[in-house]
């Protein structure tokens, strides 16, 4: 009796004893702790098998992309189901069975928006987490995402074909032009091919490139734009339309001046930028989308590219834009290619120094504003401004704000519709590239 009571009394074993008894739920919380872990990591495993499966089954290359642009209702698209589950089970990985993850995958059309929904759930054993009762976490998501199938759209080429834009069309060509010209009677060298139309004509810079095979920046951005309307015709199911405008034939009439009116035959809208007419002093034929001609070095204080003006006429024509989701309500997109650099009379609101009242500045973005305002996207390819440091006109007038130019130029375009393009770049793959971005932006839901 008295060694029970002793027993009792005794404290020496309590920190053992209290151990012993607090040791289950620690391992417990512990092995929780490590289940959860366990389960959480397989969920993101799951969700990024989901994510590229709802992204990669509406993709613009996918089946269900096709599929849906030749539907003529709303509706399921099983060839996307089909793609998004063999992407789905394509991206599984770690200790999860596909047997074991339940999958329900939506993929729809609705309008010209296509739909992809890619849900899962799946049980997953536990280890510690026994101890307590619980054998199974459950584990679920969803990945959604949506992209605009070809909408209906109208294409308002704007082509700057001002004389800046008879520079050499690389770095070789700029320097072969100098070469040439250094000679001449007025004792100067000249980076322009200027396309003179009245005494000189037959004896200017630009038929002096095209006698020596100097290719100009207009040369291949008309190649560029009959290029690109083989890559619309490639990329819509009679979608899209395509009018071209430029800034006149020549300096007398400089003006918006429309080359193809807004029409659905693609093939005629390339055919005719790339057709010619006799010019007798070239030996050749000039194009319908050339250089704009001069009468003479100076004329109008060469005050030739009015980008407030043209904008502003185009603006009109287009009038307002709409949600493309139908012929009726087309999407109205200026592609805008330029080398940014505005030359006109403004004597009030030039955003630079002017010289009498001739402003030369980068382009005033509130014209562009002025379009956007009007649910009209912009598409700038900016065909970078070539420093001519061996230039005083360059010097003095155009690089204290060469920097400014692309910034003018990004700030002009709708947000993610700006391209740069150097001399060392193709102009051609520059304006397919852009052409693509405005026709295939998705919208990833989430």
Not at 14 to 25: E, K, Q, R, S, Y
Request: charged share 20%.
């Amino acid at each position: 009796m008295r060694s029970l009571h002793r027993f009792c009394n005794d404290r020496s074993g309590n920190f053992g004893i209290l151990t012993a008894i607090l040791m289950v739920p620690l391992i417990g919380s512990a092995g929780l702790a490590v289940d959860f872990a366990h389960a959480l990591s397989l969920r993101t495993q799951l969700y990024a098998a989901a994510d590229a499966a709802a992204v990669g089954a509406i993709s613009a290359k996918s089946d269900a992309a096709a599929a849906a642009i030749k539907m003529t209702g709303d509706g399921p698209v099983s060839a996307g189901q089909t793609q998004a589950r063999d992407i789905f089970l394509g991206q599984m990985q770690g200790e999860l069975p596909v047997s074991d993850v339940a999958v329900n995958i939506q993929v729809s059309r609705a309008s010209n928006k296509l739909n992809s929904s890619v849900s899962f759930s799946a049980t997953v054993p536990t280890t510690f987490m026994q101890i307590f009762g619980r054998k199974n976490v459950e584990i679920s998501g969803t990945a959604t995402a949506t992209v605009q199938t070809a909408s209906f759209m109208d294409f308002y080429i704007l082509i700057d074909n001002t004389p800046s834009m008879g520079v050499g069309a690389t770095p070789t060509d700029v320097d072969k032009m100098v070469s040439l010209t250094k000679n001449n009677k007025s004792n100067a060298s000249c980076a322009f091919a200027c396309h003179e139309s009245g005494a000189n004509k037959g004896n200017d810079y630009y038929t002096l490139a095209k006698k020596n095979n100097v290719t100009m920046r207009i040369d291949v951005v008309r190649q560029a734009t009959q290029a690109l309307t083989a890559t619309a015709k490639a990329d819509t199911d009679n979608q899209f339309q395509m009018a071209v405008y430029s800034f006149g034939a020549k300096a007398e009439s400089a003006a918006l001046s429309e080359i193809v009116s807004l029409t659905p035959n693609l093939d005629s809208v390339g055919n005719k930028v790339s057709e010619k007419t006799p010019n007798p002093q070239l030996g050749d034929s000039e194009y319908v989308l050339d250089l704009m001609t001069i009468p003479k070095q100076g004329y109008n204080d060469d005050t030739q590219t009015n980008f407030d003006a043209a904008l502003t006429e185009l603006r009109k024509k287009i009038g307002t834009g709409g949600s493309g989701a139908t012929s009726a309500d087309t999407q109205k997109i200026i592609f805008f290619v330029s080398d940014g650099v505005g030359d006109s009379y403004k004597a009030s609101t030039c955003t630079k120094k002017i010289t009498g009242r001739r402003c030369q500045e980068p382009i005033d973005t509130s014209f562009c504003k002025e379009a956007k305002d009007r649910g009209i996207k912009i598409a700038v390819l900016y065909t970078t401004y070539l420093p001519l440091p061996t230039n005083d006109w360059y010097n003095d007038w155009i690089k204290p704000f060469q920097a400014e130019i692309p910034t003018r130029m990004k700030t002009c375009a709708s947000p993610g519709l700006y391209f740069e393009v150097t001399p060392t770049q193709g102009i051609t793959e520059a304006m397919q590239a852009l052409f693509l971005k405005v026709v295939r932006m998705p919208r990833i839901t989430g």
